[in-house]
């Protein structure tokens, strides 16, 4: 099993639509979490940290699971500009030990 | 706010030529990171700096050489650059390892 774990896609959804991701974890040990962001031949940014109780931004909300390991990001009301890819990122512990997972790629349709 | 900031942007190097990319940041963090992107495989270390005068190897070290010149800046070698080194290189920086990572926009980098 991979360490970190996400469906590509891509997931194509009109505008308007609540759509949600999975990522799951490997590393009972983990740590932090996070969501990130890329657009096509462009750096990773960060859109979320995700914490224990889980935490919300505006339209996006971001959740942890620890008893099934995995995180989950929802993004309602999509935009066209959420077309991205998105990647999900676990610490589990130690520099050696921030994994990236391959990304989700969202695609928003007018 | 420049945050992170790579050079150069894009490079053409032929097979067994060196080169240096560069890496600073100013936001006074204490950890930086070079990462390389390849399609379908998502980030991997290459090397790291947990903070100014150490570095240490990450998951795919082989054929690359670092330098953590002051605090600021995180430098990456290619000794004799070969063809599998294609790819787009990301220098990043945090505070913590806790914390979240912040990226340059990325180096692309092709061997012919």
């Known amino acids: 099993r991979k360490e970190v774990e996400q469906d590509p896609g891509p997931f194509n959804v009109p505008e308007g639509a609540t759509v949600a991701f999975n990522c799951t974890y490997s590393n009972s040990a983990s740590q932090s979490f996070f969501w990130y962001r890329q657009d096509c031949r462009k750096e990773p940014k960060l859109l979320m940290s995700v914490y224990s109780s889980g935490n919300e931004d505006g339209r996006f909300t971001a959740q942890l699971n620890r008893a099934s390991q995995y995180i989950s990001l929802l993004i309602r009301d999509s935009k066209l500009s959420d077309s991205a890819t998105y990647l999900c990122?676990?610490?589990?512990?130690?520099?050696?030990?921030?994994?990236f997972g391959t990304g989700t790629k969202l695609q928003v349709i007018p | 706010n420049a945050g992170v900031t790579q050079t150069p942007k894009f490079q053409v190097l032929k097979t067994g030529q060196s080169m240096t990319l560069q890496c600073a940041q100013d936001?006074?963090?204490?950890?930086m990171y070079w990462y390389r992107q390849d399609p379908g495989m998502g980030l991997r270390l290459i090397y790291y700096s947990a903070s100014e005068g150490t570095t240490d190897k990450g998951e795919v070290p082989n054929g690359y050489n670092v330098s953590r010149l002051n605090k600021r800046e995180f430098s990456l070698r290619l000794e004799s650059a070969a063809p599998s080194q294609t790819s787009v290189y990301f220098c990043a920086s945090t505070e913590q390892v806790n914390q979240p990572q912040h990226f340059g926009d990325g180096t692309r980098l092709s061997i012919l």
């Open positions: 936001m006074n963090h204490n950890s």
């Open positions: 990122v676990v610490n589990s512990g130690g520099y050696q030990k921030v994994t």
